[in-house]
């Protein structure tokens, strides 16, 4: 069965902080891996991985995506309070191969 | 920018009424999703639809429909509201098969 799971399913930190959100995925003809931000509106997107090893980077976000393993990472450097939000992957699952199903989120908390 | 649209921030219904809840992109993307949100549970899919007229079950279809009469709209119906469908409703539409998904800016629904 097609699914994805991340790991924490919370995490507060201190701002200054680095952190690694984790994003395993068991997907049948796999094709890409997507991140979201989600503070307390709609999602927003922030990657769509589909190479394995190559890093895509936006500011402090960084996210690589490992084929081998099954897994995605997002890191987050030097964290300030405007990054609390919830951290959703999502993977097209096959099949009829439109369906976008996300995994349960990871909340980041960073404190002052 | 592609603009995903709901047509309600919140709603308040009472048990056994019919709900209607709307969405409209105006990118012509082909694919159009509905999600409910509950705490601990992430984003679950309900239906999709990737042409107009057309439609596949999700995750959780129990208690709904939907309608795609054009491209640009989909509809989420509950045909007899229940409590247990309290709950935020995210639209989102997507280009092509395993592109990025954009999402409105989702409908709190309470059923009393």
Request: proline content about 3%; aromatic content about 10%; some cysteine.
């Amino acid at each position: 069965e097609d699914k994805v799971v991340q790991s924490p399913l919370s995490l507060v930190v201190h701002e200054g902080d680095t952190v690694t959100l984790n994003c395993s995925y068991e997907v049948t003809n796999f094709r890409s891996l997507l991140w979201y931000k989600q503070e307390k509106k709609a999602p927003t997107f922030l990657f769509m991985l589909t190479s394995s090893g190559i890093e895509k980077k936006s500011g402090r976000l960084s996210s690589i995506l490992d084929k081998k393993e099954l897994f995605s990472i997002l890191n987050i450097t030097a964290t300030q309070t405007g990054d609390s939000a919830v951290y959703l992957c999502a993977a097209p699952f096959s099949g009829s191969a439109r369906q976008l199903t996300f995994g349960s989120g990871t909340q980041l908390t960073v404190l002052p | 920018d592609v603009k995903v649209t709901q047509s309600s921030r919140y709603l308040v219904k009472r048990t056994g009424e019919k709900v209607f809840l709307e969405c409209v992109q105006d990118m012509d993307h082909e694919n159009m999703f509905w999600y409910r949100q509950d705490p601990g549970l992430g984003l679950r899919l309900i239906y999709f639809s990737y042409d107009v007229k057309m439609k596949e079950k999700g995750d959780i279809p129990e208690g709904y429909s939907v309608s795609r009469e054009k491209k640009e709209r989909f509809s989420l119906i509950l045909e007899s509201a229940s409590t247990n469908q309290t709950s935020m409703y995210l639209c989102a539409s997507s280009l092509g098969r395993y592109t990025e998904a954009f999402f409105g800016q989702g409908t709190r629904l309470t059923v009393v």
